[in-house]
């Protein structure tokens, strides 16, 4: 079993502390992967969202900027071959290397290799991602030419860092969207979908949004002047990132930043469970049962008994019908911020 030595203990320590003080709207700034950089070694290092039902990149960071070679094909276009991607829609979330599925021979004869890797110049990759849902995906991608493979250390250092990963990405998102609570309290209106709550040093209410007082009363119920619901005053205790409620088809998310808390709730009008949301992604993105069994290591018999489930609480009886609703957005419950 691998170990980490006590000196890649201590360095690891001290990145998750750098990156938090260099983190801002954006978690994952070129300064945080020169840093991350420094703890794995590679040529190229970068940062990438994708929206994989949708086909797009939502954001995209280089530790440093590099002109991307000509390809004679779109990514995704070869994206389903790539063998870390196919596990990571699978629910597989992590440090894997393409060392792991093909040896370097196998992956110089593929074609996801003459079209991707070698106008790259790319013969070793290590990748890990946050959990993510197929339509917003967070992966960080080290890349090396050929030589030295990456080793089972560096695998261990981003498995051990991945939950922080996930804390720094959410502790993002919680300071876009209190600059814009905050900047839109002065129009806000008691049935906006988010509050906001300053706190005191003792943990009292100092203050509350119209908004943040009704998700409050609708969740947690009633509770003194001043005081926070015990739910919400034994989470803030507890010391973990965020709260989450859900009350007849809707979902409370609370987030802390400092002494501010933000509210936001989400309605979930279709009352799809999570694997189902994530078929009927896929659905959306026109893979049959089969294709969508072998990517989420399911049976095709359970993709078609999810789906008629899908049929039965949407209302509709095709396939297009049922990716139509996706596409409208309703399902989209991680809107892109920036």
């Known amino acids: 079993m691998t170990t980490l030595a006590a000196r890649d203990a201590e360095r690891l ?23 991350l950089g420094k ?9 990438e969202e994708q ?37 990571n829609n699978s629910g597989d979330f992590r440090a894997l290397k393409l060392s792991d599925f093909m040896t370097l021979r196998q992956l110089r004869r593929s ?23 197929p339509w917003h995906t967070k992966t960080f991608l080290f890349n090396r030419p050929q030589g030295r493979d990456f080793t089972e250390r560096d695998r261990l250092v981003l498995d051990l860092l991945q939950p922080h990963f996930g ?19 002065e129009s806000a209106s008691e049935q906006d979908p988010r509050g906001l709550i300053a706190l005191t040093s003792d943990g009292r209410i100092d203050f509350a949004s119209s908004s943040a007082r009704r998700l409050m009363r609708e969740h947690f119920g009633l ?9 919400l005053a034994q989470w803030l205790d507890s010391g973990s990132p965020t709260l989450t409620r859900r009350v007849a088809g809707r979902r409370l998310t609370v987030d802390r ?8 709730e989400l309605r979930d009008e279709l009352g799809l469970t999570q694997r189902e949301r994530q078929i009927l992604a896929w659905v959306a993105r026109g893979k049959t049962n089969p294709e969508i069994a072998e990517i989420l290591w399911i049976a095709p018999t359970t993709v078609r008994k999810h789906l008629e489930n899908i049929y039965a609480k949407l209302g509709v009886r095709t396939r297009t019908a049922a990716a139509t609703r996706l596409l409208l957005g309703i ?6 911020p920036r």
Do not use: M
């Open 13 to 35: 320590l001290r990145f998750v502390a750098e990156a938090e003080e260099l983190g801002g709207d954006d978690p994952f700034p070129p300064q945080v992967l020169a840093e």
């Open 39 to 47: 703890l794995v070694p590679c040529n190229r290092l970068g940062y």
């Open 51 to 87: 929206d994989r039902v949708r086909q797009r990149i939502r954001h995209s960071v280089r530790r440093v900027h590099w002109d991307p070679p000509a390809l004679g094909v779109s990514y995704w276009d070869i994206a389903a071959e790539h063998p870390v991607c196919s596990r």
């Open 111 to 133: 074609r996801i290799y003459a079209a991707w890797f070698r106008p790259g110049d790319i013969e070793r990759e290590l990748s890990v991602a946050i959990p993510s849902p």
């Open 167 to 185: 804390r720094l990405w959410r502790a993002a998102q919680t300071r876009r969207r209190l600059r814009t609570a905050i900047a839109g309290l």
């Open 223 to 231: 509770s003194p002047e001043g005081k926070l619901p015990p739910v």
């Open 257 to 264: 930043s400092g002494d501010a808390l933000l509210l936001e």
């Open 331 to 336: 399902l989209d419950d991680e809107p892109d």
